[in-house]
């Protein structure tokens, strides 16, 4: 029986609170006018008869239990690009925007965010097969429902068929604003315990681009995960890593979940700070100058939206770069893991991976790509992006291998990042680039490759 029905119209607030909120990440108040409209009455009765799915994943939902109705978050407004009338002016699409009204810190953090610009990677180089070989419009059936793309409006609302549908991360709305939020908490159940599941971003970060799904399942935080998922408390509303569970992590647990609030975390110019004045002599109004001024903004704590602000390293690109403030991004993924292991075992997780990062940039990635910007300005090659086979093996070294042993790396997956990942960059990088390389530039090549970095293995027993 729908609560509702039951007792009435109740603040959001004090339902989640009678529930132990079951189905939320966090209690939000939503101001009653803002929500329950009578109008949707009329929306609810007739979906019940025609999609009864939607209308039972809507009732279950955290949504139908407190009264927040379809008109509620379909409603539109004259003017919108999208809008139409069906009984009422309404809008197919319910965007981020949209959701902010009762999930504003939600908003801002996924938009400041690096899946809200996902969008982009399909005019990257990352994307050259799929335009090269399919035809930009083919992009719809595999790389649109996980990046999205720019939502184009016919007339009368109606959507056109090359958009949508469209759940894509990155996707561009017709009110200005990024991303869905149904990629992750899938319409119409909402559900927060289904967003932290490994699953709900291996559904897009999976496959030899970006294969943490499958890095995950082969670690050992993967393997806990499928032994011990029944006991994780995926539904409460407080998930904090060691406290509320323990059994092992997810995806969200460390991109997204809550830093502890008792261990603090310094920006680096609190950090300079902090080292200067324990060598400066006893008479520091001398040196004052040469400390950096105290932040006005602290780093937030707590559960986030920005999956990105917890990297420290760039690993897409084709040379990895650290991130603008990726000592505190370091830090603050610190923190999250010393819930379950010790500070020098983090420390040292975190050593052997920068090693990896540096060994897989100085032996491969900085030679190969001096050594193919020189062909080009040689002329042996042309300066178009991957038309000939240098560059399809370039590609495949960097977007495959590498991107396979630096996510191996990263997420303590040492059998993904030696099988997938190293052991297919040598072979490429020896077998088929470099060879490749000798053949273009022919006499003096072996100088050519000594001056651009090449270091020849040794095949050391």
Not at 113 to 123: G, N, Q, T, Y
Not at 345 to 351: A, L, N, T, W
Request: glycine share 8%; aromatic share 10%; charged share 25%.
């Amino acid at each position: 029986m729908n609560f509702i029905n039951a007792f009435g119209k109740i603040p959001l607030l004090l339902f989640i609170m009678i529930l132990g909120g079951s189905m939320t990440c966090g209690a939000t108040y939503v101001d009653p006018k803002n929500y329950g409209s009578p109008k949707g009455e009329v929306c609810i009765k007739c979906h019940q008869e025609t999609s009864p799915g939607i209308y039972n994943q809507w009732l279950e939902s955290a949504h139908g239990q407190a009264g927040v109705n379809c008109y509620d978050c379909h409603r539109a407004e004259k003017g919108d690009s999208d809008a139409f009338e069906h009984k009422e002016l309404i809008s197919i699409v319910v965007t981020p925007k949209d959701c902010s009204k009762c999930h504003e810190k939600e908003f801002k953090e996924f938009s400041s965010s690096h899946h809200a610009d996902a969008v982009a990677v399909l005019d990257s180089t990352d994307n050259f097969f799929g335009r090269s070989t399919w035809g930009i419009k083919n992009q719809r059936t595999a790389c649109i429902p996980c990046h999205g793309s720019t939502l184009e409006v016919q007339k009368k609302g109606k959507l056109a068929p090359a958009t949508w549908p469209n759940t894509g991360i990155g996707r561009i709305n017709p009110d200005g604003s990024k991303g869905s939020c149904t990629a992750c908490h899938t319409r119409h159940l909402f559900s927060v315990a289904q967003a932290r599941r490994p699953e709900a971003c291996g559904r897009c970060h999976s496959g030899q681009s970006q294969p943490q799904i499958e890095v995950y399942t082969r670690s050992k935080h993967g393997v806990m995960f499928a032994a011990y998922d029944n006991r994780m408390n995926m539904d409460h509303q407080k998930w904090r890593a060691g406290k509320d569970y323990y059994q092992a992590p997810t995806c969200a647990t460390c991109h997204m979940g809550s830093i502890p609030p008792q261990m603090e975390v310094k920006t680096a110019d609190e950090r300079i700070r902090t080292a200067l004045e324990s060598v400066l002599s006893k008479d520091q109004q001398l040196l004052t100058a040469l400390l950096p001024p105290t932040p006005a903004t602290k780093i937030n704590y707590g559960a986030t939206h920005d999956v990105s602000s917890r990297l420290s390293w760039k690993l897409s690109p084709v040379i990895c770069k650290k991130r603008d403030n990726w000592q505190e991004n370091r830090q603050q993924m610190e923190s999250v893991c010393q819930q379950c292991h010790g500070e020098h075992f983090v420390k040292q997780h975190y050593e052997q991976f920068d090693a990896l990062v540096g060994t897989y940039k100085k032996i491969f990635a900085d030679p190969a790509t001096r050594m193919r910007r020189a062909l080009i300005k040689h002329g042996d090659i042309t300066k178009e992006n991957f038309d000939d086979q240098l560059d399809l093996t370039y590609w495949k070294l960097w977007n495959n291998g590498g991107r396979g042993a630096l996510n191996g790396a990263a997420m303590a997956g040492p059998v993904y990042l030696w099988n997938n990942g190293m052991q297919e960059v040598s072979q490429r990088y020896y077998m088929e680039f470099i060879p490749e390389v000798k053949k273009l530039y022919g006499r003096g090549a072996d100088s050519f490759l000594r001056k651009n970095g090449y270091i020849r293995p040794t095949y050391k027993k």
